[in-house]
């Protein structure tokens, strides 16, 4: 299976709908999901920047895989004051002595906050 799925991205590319009527065991998301798979597990086998040595098949799931990858946009935008990963102690302090005063207002907690975005401050309140 895994065969045909590199040499029908040979074929189609990004198209994962179309992969997908071939291999119709799979849905196009399961198809777009095995390609960051397949990338995230070549990438760290290989050193930086030899990734071009792969075979033809593998290399358009790499390319295509690299394409889809989330991308932080925090980060990539060079956002320096908005914290990713782990809240701190005093982020987690402020967050709760918010939430009793402002409820489930995100946008405006985190305008306080001030480290972290709106749908952050939603989400840690979920967990």
Known sequence: EHQLFLS???KHGESWKKIAEVMYTRTAVQVRTHA???HSKLS????DGETNVLGSG???VMAAALALRPVDKYK???????NTGRWTADE???FLSLVTKHG???KRIA????TRTAVQVRNHSLA
């Open 104 to 106: 489930r207002n995100w």
């Open 44 to 47: 760290k086998e290989m050193p």
């Open 36 to 38: 960051q798979k397949c």
């Open 111 to 114: 305008e306080i906050i001030k």
């Open 8 to 10: 029908l991205v040979a």
């Open 76 to 82: 990539a935008n060079n956002v320096p004051s908005i």
């Open 92 to 94: 987690h302090r402020l």
């Open 58 to 60: 593998v290399e358009v």
